[in-house]
């Protein structure tokens, strides 16, 4: 019996079968398509930190109130500004003796009322410096990011969203007014042009004044976390251990505060989501097993169904081996058919997803496609063996007088 002989038989029992044949390439092609999304989830989630990390800048290097070997920080307590020992600004002006540093920019943050002739909306607010616009290499549609600003001196000003300025001022030029912050006021020099995220909190709709301003508005001395630039990578690691020389005099020889480089965070967030993108694909691969088992389950009832079948082709010459070919290509030909419809599925899925949300990458990494179609081969390979060997035993004699 040829190739192209027996890819037709087995075609051909297939097609005759038409509900069977279907129910087994929906189960592959879910385990297949299970694949494909589950690892766009992880990669897009890996695609997504690491690039809210690479949008900081470059050279950076962040510290963090208290001592958090392990997580870096950024858990509720960082976030209600709580910490074992408060990160102050007289902490991040006193980094300024490093001469290898480029910038430094402290950071507060927390959420207040904004409001203006009349109108009113909750805003995060983030408190810093003007250095904050080039270490989050940020731009300015509109005026100056906090013009006079420095770590110790703090004027009344603000730089807006652009979302912000269109629910608060509408047609009014914004540039120039006073903008109430909580029980602050402050005029407004600048509109923020930049999209996307910092720290987690959306540019477009944020308010941004000065971080004294901010320890007063919040009556909180704590700093979220202060981020310093280096002059060039080559200095970072010797910056680390200034930052924390200089910390831990202040904080009477206690080492109490966390001092992470960004690229370390940004490696380990990378392997980590790996790792997760790998366990997923796991996951979602138990069902191509299911799907084999299924495909195993059904072709033994079909050996028994046709038995008069293998019985003629037994009878006009078919050999042990042949039969055992046959239904081994009608189960490669149904999980690779099952596949390739999972495949097709999932990246249309993934497709219709990125062009729903296309902030978010949600796309399968290369090799997603490759090692589900060759799973899915070798599941209905291993779980064809079975009943293909049970075919090819049969006695033709039997199989045509269809005994069981």
Not at 26 to 36: F, L, N, P
Not at 229 to 247: F, L, T
Not at 295 to 308: D, E, G, K, T, Y
Not at 333 to 352: E, P
Request: overall charge positive; hydrophobic content about 50%.
């Amino acid at each position: 019996m040829k190739f192209f002989d027996l890819l037709f038989l087995a075609f051909s029992t297939l097609i005759r079968y038409p509900l069977r044949t279907m129910m087994l390439l929906i189960a592959t092609s879910i385990g297949v398509m299970a694949v494909i999304l589950l690892t766009a989830v992880g990669e897009g989630a890996r695609d997504y930190i690491t690039g809210e990390f690479k949008d900081l800048g470059t050279n950076l290097i962040i510290v963090l109130p208290g001592k958090n070997e392990t997580s870096g920080g950024g858990g509720p307590a960082d976030l209600a500004g709580i910490a074992p020992r408060d990160l102050t600004i007289e902490d991040a002006i006193s980094l300024e003796q490093i001469e290898t540093i480029k910038n430094i920019a402290p950071i507060i943050i927390g959420e207040t009322p904004a409001s203006f002739g009349g109108f009113e909306r909750d805003v995060p607010v983030i408190g810093t410096t003007p250095s904050f616009l080039s270490v989050r290499r940020m731009e300015m549609r509109e005026g100056n990011f906090l013009p006079g600003v420095t770590l110790d001196r703090s004027p009344p000003v603000c730089a807006i969203g652009a979302e912000v300025e269109k629910e608060l001022f509408g047609n009014t030029r914004a540039i120039g007014q006073w903008l109430r912050v909580g029980d602050r006021r402050c005029r407004i020099t600048g509109i923020i042009g930049s999209e996307g995220r910092a720290i987690g909190i959306d540019l477009q709709k944020i308010v941004v004044i000065p971080v004294s301003l901010a320890t007063a508005l919040f009556n909180r001395p704590s700093l979220f976390r202060i981020i310093a630039e280096a002059k060039s990578r080559m200095y970072m690691d010797q910056i680390k251990k200034d930052i924390i020389r200089i910390i831990k005099k202040r904080h009477q020889g206690k080492e109490d505060i966390t001092v992470v480089r960004q690229d370390t965070v940004m490696a380990s967030f990378d392997n980590i989501f790996n790792v997760l993108t790998m366990a997923l694909a796991s996951i979602a691969s138990i069902s191509l097993f299911v799907a084999g088992i299924l495909i195993m389950n059904v072709m033994l009832v079909a050996v028994s169904q046709r038995q008069s079948e293998i019985g003629l082709l037994k009878a006009i010459g078919a050999k042990n081996r042949q039969i055992n070919k046959l239904f081994l290509t009608e189960a490669i030909l149904l999980s690779g058919s099952g596949a390739i419809l999972g495949l097709i599925l999932g990246h249309t899925i993934t497709q219709v997803i990125k062009l729903a949300f296309p902030t978010f990458n949600f796309l399968p990494p290369n090799w997603a496609s490759v090692v589900s179609l060759f799973v899915a081969l070798v599941c209905g390979a291993l779980f064809g063996l079975i009943p293909a060997r049970r075919a090819s035993k049969l006695d033709p004699v039997i199989a045509l007088s269809g005994e069981k």
